[in-house]
């Protein structure tokens, strides 16, 4: 699925003036009298905003057309000026064709009803890089406050049944059903009670039938109101109230049933995902302890002295195409300001990454055929690749706009630094978990090789990469996960050229070069490039023979000269990566071993699907795991903390539903039962 930025078009004759025009709609964006005033009329008044959110924790709304931001503009200001606001906003909305940047700016500074102007500069300053998929826009009022737009770019017949929330109020906007008669789908709006949060409300500036009764069918009380605007004299308000409610799936999303004092995770592990977890459930109001068996956090793989972060492009577009995409634009957007402030060593101007088996002409229909925009990848032909690297790479190449290289070590302390300014966390450093159990009140408790308690909470997040097999193993009735143990070493090489060698020293690239192996820019006088991979190898030592390698890598992408010889004494690093079978992390709830029957029902449980699939939680809390984020764990760590806070807190997901389940632990379990099933149909 690609996306096809919208294009404005001159406003029809007799139209007022000021009023953007679709000509692929042939339509007007909103009525003259005005877009501000529409919504707050149709889709604040329409759901009672902003009374509903008063005192809330969090309020999710849902918008079925973003168009040109206005209703979320209106919505933001509203709950800027409200001294009850909810919290947290989450601000969910859906557009086929978004617009440009630069054209969003200008429909918004010629508007003759304008939003305020800090407000939408805020928009314009955070507005994405235009590929589908779900992304997150996080605008911050406070330590405990903010608003979160969560836009998904595509179309909403593919994109609603892949949100996976529970939505307070609904906005149904959107293009006239006479002109675009499939965003009102009757069976689409059918499908909205999945969504609903008890007590929904849904408003639209539509009184047409098939609107009205497509909510009626999904468990919506339908009524009119006076409209607004346009020759509009009705609107559409309707008030979930559905026959019958479907209990919480295992792998659902599940809202937390716990009181604010006890929302409290310990997260066993202080790496890059440790503090990435911590991160985000801090950002969602919960307070977090993170514990390590070392001194510091990022001691172990999270430790080197670099780390790439990038995509990739695959010919079919999968899981694993858009799942990486999904994660490294986040990493970008999370990492951008940082840098900026100096507070992380690193760079985000794009990282190139060589495909010598690629040739331009199949590059270039490659980006048409997924629609990938170029600010976001681009192909370089070998001399366009050397130039914009610096170096003599020995082909062409994808160049990752939304790329880069950063400090491991310093991206976790960021992590934790931004957390500690939304929430109460805690490092516990030198304290090896070994066991966990849970106590009569239903907190969790972490012991230690003697046997003492490390920290109790509601929740616990596994994140200590390798470290997780014998946690969960301490645990009774939960499926194992398997991972592997990868060794790593990385070798780091003087940029200055040695006294009397004729021999020119080794050559730092201007941004990352990767491929088989990679190479790293300038850092404190050095050049960073590797790595090894070995499976299963626990030998601690630098290792020469491992150095040979890495410099041949590195020589092979153009930044050793001929006939380099290696300085003695060379610095190296050594890590082990924690990687799953399939090279996607697992983030969210720990299955649990199938049981022939399941409790709501009495019947064995369904395990086709990793939704299905029995967890250790419940009401009370649970063991949740973040962990295989294998040799992308800078690529990984921001995304999937945010995925794992939705798990352990119920807030919306930041992924499609079809990623989530990609990344689910329980796709373990689905996958050893289909196998089963196909056994016993061979036989």
């Not at 040109?68 to 909305?93: E, H, K, M, Y």
């Not at 903010?146 to 609904?170: E, K, M, R, S």
């Not at 499976?535 to 030592?541: G, L």
Request: aromatic share 6%; net charge neutral.
């Amino acid at each position: 699925m690609s996306v096809i930025p919208a294009v404005l078009g001159e406003r029809p004759l007799g139209q007022a003036a000021g009023v953007p025009y679709s000509p692929l709609y042939d339509d007007l964006y909103h009525p003259a009298t005005g877009a501000l005033a529409q919504a707050r009329h149709v889709f604040l008044g329409g759901n009672e905003l902003p009374a509903r959110w008063a005192g809330r924790d969090h309020f999710v709304i849902l918008e079925t057309g973003f168009g040109l931001g206005n209703n979320f503009l209106a919505t933001w200001a509203a709950w800027l000026a409200d001294p009850q606001r909810c919290a947290r906003l989450v601000f969910i909305s859906i557009e086929k064709h978004p617009l440009q940047k630069a054209d969003l700016a200008h429909v918004h500074e010629h508007t003759a009803d304008p939003a305020p102007t800090a407000l939408t500069q805020r928009l314009l300053d955070a507005w994405p890089v235009l590929t589908a998929g779900l992304h997150t826009l996080q605008f911050d009022e406070g330590a405990a406050s903010g608003v979160t737009l969560l836009l998904g770019l595509g179309d909403v017949a593919d994109l609603l049944p892949q949100i996976v929330a529970q939505v307070d109020a609904f906005y149904l906007d959107g293009f006239s059903p006479a002109k675009n008669p499939h965003m009102w789908d009757q069976g689409l709006l059918s499908r909205l009670g999945r969504l609903a949060a008890p007590g929904a409300t849904a408003a639209t500036w539509s009184a047409a039938r098939g609107v009205r009764e497509g909510l009626a069918l999904s468990g919506f009380k339908v009524e009119e109101m006076p409209g607004y605007g346009g020759g509009k004299r009705d609107m559409t308000r309707a008030i979930f109230e559905p026959r019958h409610t479907p209990p919480h799936l295992p792998g659902g999303l599940r809202p937390s049933a716990l009181p604010a004092s006890q929302r409290h995770a310990m997260i066993i592990g202080a790496g890059l995902a440790g503090c990435a977890a911590a991160w985000a459930l801090a950002r969602q109001g919960w307070r977090c302890t993170v514990i390590d068996a070392h001194k510091a956090p990022a001691q172990a793989a999270s430790g080197n002295p670099g780390g790439l972060f990038h995509s990739i492009v695959h010919a079919d577009d999968g899981l694993h195409a858009r799942a990486h995409r999904a994660a490294a634009l986040r990493t970008a957007q999370v990492v951008a300001p940082w840098l900026a402030q100096g507070r992380l060593h690193g760079q985000c101007q794009g990282l190139l990454r060589l495909a010598p088996q690629t040739d331009h002409d199949s590059a270039q229909a490659l980006i048409q055929r997924l629609g990938l925009p170029p600010d976001y990848v681009r192909w370089l032909a070998p001399s366009d690749a050397a130039a914009i690297a610096g170096i003599p790479v020995p082909s062409g190449g994808w160049l990752f706009m939304q790329g880069g290289w950063l400090h491991p070590a310093g991206l976790a302390q960021a992590f934790l630094e931004e957390a500690t300014s939304h929430a109460q966390v805690k490092f516990v450093g030198e304290r090896r978990v070994q066991q966990l159990q849970r106590h009569a009140d239903g907190a969790w408790q972490a012991l230690d090789e003697q046997g003492e308690i490390v920290a109790q909470a509601a929740v616990v997040v596994l994140a200590g990469a390798n470290d997780t097999h014998p946690l969960i193993a301490s645990l009774t009735n939960v499926s194992p996960l398997p991972m592997s143990s990868v060794r790593g070493q990385v070798s780091i090489l003087p940029l200055a050229p040695r006294t009397g060698s004729a021999v020119p020293g080794p050559r730092a690239p201007l941004l990352p070069v990767a491929g088989a192996g990679y190479v790293l820019p300038e850092h404190q006088g050095n050049l960073l490039c590797g790595a090894t991979s070995q499976v299963d190898d626990d030998d601690v030592q630098v290792r020469e023979v491992d150095h040979a390698h890495n410099l041949q890598l590195a020589a092979q992408l153009g930044s050793l000269p001929e006939h380099y010889e290696r300085p003695q004494g060379l610095i190296g690093r050594v890590g082990w990566r924690a990687t799953t079978p399939d090279r996607l992390p697992y983030v969210g709830a720990l299955p649990l071993v199938a049981s022939k029957h399941a409790p709501q029902t009495g019947r064995a449980p369904r395990m086709d699907q990793p939704r299905f699939v029995p967890r250790l939680r419940d009401e009370q809390g649970g063991v949740y795991v973040m962990t295989g984020l294998g040799s992308r764990g800078i690529t990984w760590a921001a995304l999937a903390g945010e995925l794992l806070a939705s798990w352990v807190t119920g807030s919306p997901c930041p992924v499609e539903a079809a990623l989530r389940d990609a990344l689910d632990p329980a796709r373990i379990v689905t996958r050893a039962v289909a196998k089963g099933a196909q056994a016993e149909a061979s036989d």
